[in-house]
């Protein structure tokens, strides 16, 4: 059962930011942010291309290699990475249509590991997950991912909305910067 | 014309080191150093997927969604990236058959942009060159790159082998980490 979000009253701010962003996906709206950090010098952070096995590639034709069979391949790290203010960092991105929770099996095992993995060696990690249907996004620290996702090999199988409450940043949204996950760091890490 | 290399004394060391990595090209060495590294908890470095540019994916089968169009993407960042003892580290990697030049062409004005990014924002950026005929392995850094890559464009479009011998670092080969660049990062950056 799909539980629609529960109405909510709208002030000016949220209106303007929501119109801003509408439609878009989580990934446009951190590419176009990413591009905003670098085309300001502000950060250099990019979105890993998407690993892909190639089988056959056709060299025939004078123009370009044409790959003609390949298949996805599940990556081993997570998607963004990169530099802000000398600091290493690295996150991974999910959206979900729910309303009251972020099923954890969307991030995998070889991701915490590897969010855990750059926290232990001096740098930021964390995920941020957008409840497209609530239009919130959040900033969960790698610490919390690693804590519910081992909690979700005996238990819970999800993070609940009240957790990212609890635990998690909520992202600012902008029209440029459509999710300023930068000023998280500002205000709490750096 | 190819050039052969000139033949060279070899001392005990050298023997050891050209035989453990012979026949394996750079990308292999490296990769096999970055393993390395993540399974002695030292660093966490991995080699970023090919930029592919998909364009059409056969979802009928059962089993994995192929891929049945793609296009190779010119990459706009550079091939390696992570982070070390806290810092953020990246870097480009290529092989050359010359014995007394690499030629600049082998590095995308992307990838010179990128490289003198990451150093503006504090980390720590460089390329490695194999001349595999001459089983050196050399680790230069962005400074120089952008230095030549300037150079190239009113003049010399190649970065001698003496200017590698004069301004990059010689990396230490070894089995267990065919190139050892980091070893170059404790002696001279850290």
Redesign the interface.
């Known amino acids: 059962m799909i539980k629609y979000p529960i109405k909510k009253e709208l002030k000016e701010n949220d209106r303007i930011k929501s119109t801003a962003n509408r439609g878009m996906n989580l990934e446009s709206m951190i590419n176009r942010t990413n591009e905003f950090y670098?085309d300001n010098?502000i950060?250099?952070i990019?979105k890993?291309?998407?690993?892909?096995q190639?089988v056959s590639v056709d060299y025939k034709k004078r123009s370009?290699?044409?790959?003609?069979?390949?298949?996805?391949?599940l990556p081993?790290?997570t998607d963004y990475?990169?530099?802000?203010?000398?600091?290493?960092i690295?996150f991974e991105a999910k959206e979900t249509k729910s309303t009251t929770s972020f099923p954890i099996k969307n991030i995998h095992k070889h991701q915490v590991n590897?969010l855990k993995?750059?926290k232990?060696?001096?740098?930021i990690s964390f995920i941020i997950v957008y409840f497209s249907r609530l239009e919130k996004i959040y900033f969960l620290d790698s610490d919390f991912v690693i804590e519910y996702y081992e909690r979700s090999l005996k238990a819970r199988k999800s993070i609940g909305l009240d957790e990212f409450e609890k635990n998690a940043y909520l992202i600012k949204e902008g029209y440029r910067k459509p999710v300023d996950y930068l000023s998280v760091l500002d205000k709490y890490y750096l």
């Open positions: 670098l010098d950060a250099v990019y890993k291309p998407i690993p892909i190639i370009a290699a044409r790959i003609t069979e390949a298949y996805y391949k081993s790290t990475n990169g530099i802000y203010k000398g600091k290493y690295d590897h993995r750059v232990e060696h001096g740098g």
